[in-house]
């Protein structure tokens, strides 16, 4: 089973096997100006209705036609993918060009109703049908792949988000999960037909089947990451947890970490970062808190713009260790967190997916009987002071949507 990062792009030579450039990271920015364009041309209006999506450079369509501008290689020369289809390709030396659903619904390229590559946007975007790869299941055998001396059948495809939904046994409408890891992605079950995204979400395809409504995240592990590599203050992310025990507040500091634009539900990528209520008493200790807490007032944002109420929320991904952000998760959606018993939960629901794809159990209830859950964190707190925090956190967020 292959779990990948969803909107990461690879273009590569099909008689070389050798990429044409390095592969663009979902987080890239280098497509602003022209999804800004999309916006305001009124494109923006067909993508949504045709793909579930916003204009956003986060997704894979204007990185292909970008990366397609810089070669001179004819399209019948190139096989473009996200990052399953590169590691099928590479598994099969060259003879399987395949992704799947949950991955071709996050290239701005196909219809969700079709669940078919789009031909008016296959033109919008200049993109020769050639270069794509065929859409197939999430839970079937695509090929058998070599790895470590081993020919296996290659049995499920999903994308990251996708996959640890399923690790978690969301199959039913409704039921929702949150992955913390670089970004946080929240995604609910919408069912087996579409169901119409509110504003500052997205419309994406579940696994193995049906439809899930998403918040994207773009930035959460990545401030911890920012304060360690960018500001020397962290050792390891893995002390955060400590450092923002040590205070009983983050004492007004407030930290927005719009450091690749802000994603749900404001989908504004020319935001940029801030962090706001700093006093000569501001230490270390409140910029951490400030940044563990940033990542659960993003969480709640997106869940507020979701139809309806989650009553149990599924956590998992690097950050669900961290018990503080937990506990203060669970205190400002007042729901219950339950982490996952295993963290990695993407990798967990690619081996179930190739379960289901080698018949191993013969419905997705067969996966879901097996999942096991881990801490669970009840919510607590003073409601007042955590509406009161959270209007503060929301005028931060003002602030940083003015650039």
Not at 293 to 319: K, S, T, Y
Request: glycine share 12%; charged share 20%; aromatic share 6%.
């Amino acid at each position: 089973g292959i779990a990948n990062q969803r909107e990461t792009v690879v273009l590569w030579d099909r008689a070389s096997l050798v990429p044409v450039g390095p592969a663009i990271v979902w987080q890239d920015r280098r497509t602003s100006e022209r999804c800004r364009g999309l916006r305001h041309d009124g494109t923006e209006v067909l993508l949504r209705r045709r793909t579930g999506l916003v204009a956003d450079p986060y997704f894979s369509a204007t990185k292909l036609e970008w990366l397609l501008g810089t070669t001179q290689l004819p399209p019948s020369a190139l096989a473009f993918g996200t990052v399953d289809s590169w590691l099928v390709w590479k598994l099969t030396h060259g003879t399987v060009h395949v992704t799947d659903r949950t991955n071709a619904s996050r290239t701005m390229l196909l219809g969700l109703d079709s669940l078919e590559w789009d031909e008016d946007l296959l033109d919008l975007f200049r993109i020769d049908r050639v270069v794509l790869p065929r859409v197939v299941g999430t839970a079937e055998v695509v090929g058998e792949g070599e790895l470590l001396g081993a020919t296996l059948p290659i049995a499920a495809i999903a994308g990251d988000q996708q996959a640890a939904l399923a690790g978690h046994g969301c199959f039913r409408r409704g039921e929702a999960k949150a992955t913390y890891g670089t970004g946080s992605f929240v995604l609910v079950h919408a069912g087996a037909q579409r169901q119409s995204a509110p504003r500052g979400l997205l419309e994406t395809v579940a696994a193995p089947s049906g439809y899930a409504l998403e918040g994207a995240i773009l930035a959460s592990g990545a401030a911890l990451q920012w304060l360690r590599d960018g500001l020397g203050i962290l050792a390891d992310a893995a002390e955060s947890e400590a450092l923002a025990q040590q205070v009983t507040s983050t004492d007004g500091v407030y930290f927005v970490p719009a450091l690749a634009g802000l994603g749900s539900p404001h989908w504004r990528p020319d935001a940029r970062g801030l962090v706001t209520g700093i006093t000569r008493g501001t230490t270390r200790n409140h910029l951490v808190r400030a940044a563990l807490e940033a990542i659960a007032f993003q969480v709640a944002d997106v869940l507020d713009a979701f139809p309806g109420r989650v009553e149990v929320l599924r956590a998992d991904g690097g950050a669900s260790a961290n018990r503080f952000l937990m506990q203060f998760q669970a205190d400002l959606l007042g729901c219950r967190i339950e982490v996952g018993a295993e963290h990695e939960t993407t990798a967990l629901g690619a081996a179930a997916l190739a379960g289901l794809g080698i018949g191993l159990w013969p419905d997705v209830d067969g996966i879901r009987t097996r999942i096991q859950s881990g801490a669970v964190y009840e919510p607590a707190g003073d409601p007042a002071d955590l509406d009161r925090r959270r209007a503060e956190w929301r005028r931060a967020v003002r602030r940083a949507l003015l650039g």
